[in-house]
């Protein structure tokens, strides 16, 4: 069993930054794969960011690309979001989930159901 849990989630004006944190339990798997997913209030979680955790290779939406940055420490078992340049329409609750071994085929990476645990959620509100 892995727990999840964020922080670093709040109100931000647009165009201004934030940095969620995730921090898993426990001793990480010889590989794994993390992301960021965020939900809207109409409800889809969509896939933000994720990487490798080996050779720390990273993907992105399309939306977030060149805004965002995802990153990892392996000696705290962490997983972050810097999030730069926010906007309104990046409000959302975000959330991180890890995929243990066996890892699910790389197509399958922007799904939901890819992941086997997630962390409790961050509330983040880009408003003036």
């Known amino acids: 069993q892995v727990q999840l849990v964020e922080s670093g989630g709040g109100l931000v004006q647009p165009g201004g930054s934030l940095r969620l944190s995730c921090v898993g339990s426990?001793?990480?798997?010889?590989?794994?794969?993390m992301a960021w997913f965020r939900q809207t209030p109409e409800g889809t979680r969509d896939f933000v960011a994720g990487i490798q955790w080996s050779s720390r290779r990273t993907w992105y939406a399309d939306s977030v690309k060149g805004r965002f940055t995802i990153s990892r420490d392996s000696a705290k078992n962490m997983v972050y979001l810097e999030m730069n340049t926010l906007r309104p329409e990046d409000t959302a609750i975000y959330y991180c989930?890890?995929?243990?071994?066996?890892?699910?085929?790389?197509?399958?990476?922007?799904?939901?159901?890819?992941?086997?645990?997630w962390g409790q959620g961050a509330q983040v509100t880009v408003s003036s």
């Open positions: 426990g001793r990480a798997a010889s590989d794994q794969r």
């Open positions: 989930a890890v995929d243990t071994p066996p890892l699910r085929v790389l197509s399958a990476l922007r799904r939901s159901d890819s992941y086997d645990y």
